[in-house]
């Protein structure tokens, strides 16, 4: 097995988790529904064991996890895998935040915001892989095209 392909194999890794982790700390999240202390003083009310942790992992799945990998990703495979992660972190986050609000042990309270939460996600990375789609589609017929001017220009200067 050749470095490249091992330093492609661990950042896929990498970032794949990365999805999975935020996706599961947003679902915790979400089920936990609003909560916190201010001073001594209970906000609404307190947060259970482990909400801590939970921000801790989303924010670690959002930044320096998925960075990681795509320091260790060969040059080639940087520009595809950040736009494959953006795309299904959101779509990842969305199902989760719908599924924590809507699915079998979804808490009484927390639906709508829920909702708006897995909806929103969810447009955001499917309008950002069909874009990202559409703009390399689109980068291929360009490059495709001027291919083939190039070589009608070369074959039109060879037989004058």
């Known amino acids: 097995m050749s470095l ?53 992992s989303l924010v670690l799945a959002v930044t320096l996890i998925p960075f990681v990998g795509m320091a260790i990703a060969p040059f080639r495979s940087k520009l595809g895998l950040a736009g494959l992660w953006w795309c299904f972190l959101w779509i990842a986050m969305g199902a989760a935040a719908l599924v924590a609000g809507h699915g079998p042990a979804a808490p009484p309270d927390v639906g709508d915001g829920a909702t708006i939460i897995g909806i929103t996600f969810l447009v955001i990375g499917d309008l950002s892989l069909f874009g990202g789609l559409a703009a390399g589609i689109a980068a291929r017929r360009g490059a495709a095209v001027l291919r083939q001017r190039a070589n009608d220009a070369s074959a039109g200067s060879e037989s004058a």
């Open 4 to 56: 490249r392909i091992a330093r492609l194999a661990v950042a896929l890794l990498l970032i794949g988790g990365s999805v999975v982790m935020a996706a599961d700390a947003l679902y915790e999240l979400v089920r936990t529904g609003n909560c916190g202390t201010l001073g001594g003083a209970t906000v609404s009310a307190p947060c259970p064991e482990g909400t801590g942790g939970h921000i801790v």
